[in-house]
């Protein structure tokens, strides 16, 4: 075998070896041929021509990107801090190569302007009571506007939202309050309660001939304790009955 063929042999076997990749399950890789787009491969073991062709591999995997806390003015004019993540994954490789040069950085940006014209148009007793809601409506315009990039965006999720000190003091202030009324109200409503039960005893107490007398006798044993000491003349409930329609027979009398 002669030097020339030796030679050219070792090239071929270079450019052979050379151009073995590996794309993994979870990639997708897109190859272009001469700067234009020609195919995407699928896992597994592909060749390419090297010099010629250029591989870029894209992870379809679900990613995430921070948005860094920012202040956001609300509707009614309070100014919050806010952080977000995003959660979005790659559904076709070759836009996100082709479409957008950084399509990660790409998606935190517009989700973060997103975030900030939404938070604008409501007031801070909604951000702060329907935040998932608000979440909900900032990924379905993100997920809208990152369609043509070949990304879906899965979630979003608003993480602190941070009030000024005066507002704090003041949703404090508030939660006090709001404490109070409801410890008032509860006992009212056991003080009524117990009322209806009371004035519903003693009509069932009274219905019966001597009821009356009997209970009160329990509550003189209960006040009690040390009957030793203390010598106690109960009449009878009865006795002040007869005496008081006694009194009204000798007032007709009269």
Do not use: C
Request: net charge neutral.
């Amino acid at each position: 075998m002669g030097p020339f063929l030796t030679t050219i042999l070792g090239i071929a076997l270079f450019f052979l070896l050379a151009g073995i990749r590996v794309v993994d399950q979870y990639e997708r890789a897109v190859v272009l041929t001469f700067g234009k787009y020609t195919s995407t491969r699928k896992p597994g073991l592909t060749w390419i021509l090297i010099i010629v062709q250029r591989m870029i591999k894209v992870d379809l995997r679900i990613a995430t990107v921070d948005i860094p806390q920012q202040e956001v003015i609300t509707k009614d004019n309070v100014t919050v801090g806010i952080n977000a993540v995003v959660y979005f994954k790659v559904e076709s490789a070759e836009k996100a190569v082709l479409e957008i040069q950084d399509f990660r950085h790409s998606t935190a940006l517009y989700a973060q302007a997103t975030l900030r014209d939404v938070i604008g148009e409501v007031e801070l007793d909604t951000l702060l009571s329907q935040r998932d809601q608000i979440a909900e409506e900032i990924k379905k315009i993100v997920d809208v506007a990152t369609d043509p990039w070949g990304i879906d965006v899965s979630y979003i999720k608003m993480q602190d939202i941070e009030l000024p000190a005066d507002m704090k003091r003041v949703m404090a202030k508030q939660a006090e309050a709001e404490r109070e009324r409801r410890a008032i109200i509860i006992q009212a409503e056991g003080e009524f309660t117990a009322a209806t039960k009371i004035a519903q005893a003693a009509e069932v107490l009274n219905s019966k001939a001597g009821g009356l007398s009997l209970r009160t006798l329990q509550t003189i044993e209960k006040i009690n304790p040390d009957p030793s000491k203390t010598t106690i003349f109960a009449l009878p409930i009865e006795f002040f009955e007869g005496m008081k329609s006694l009194a009204s027979y000798f007032k007709g009398k009269s």
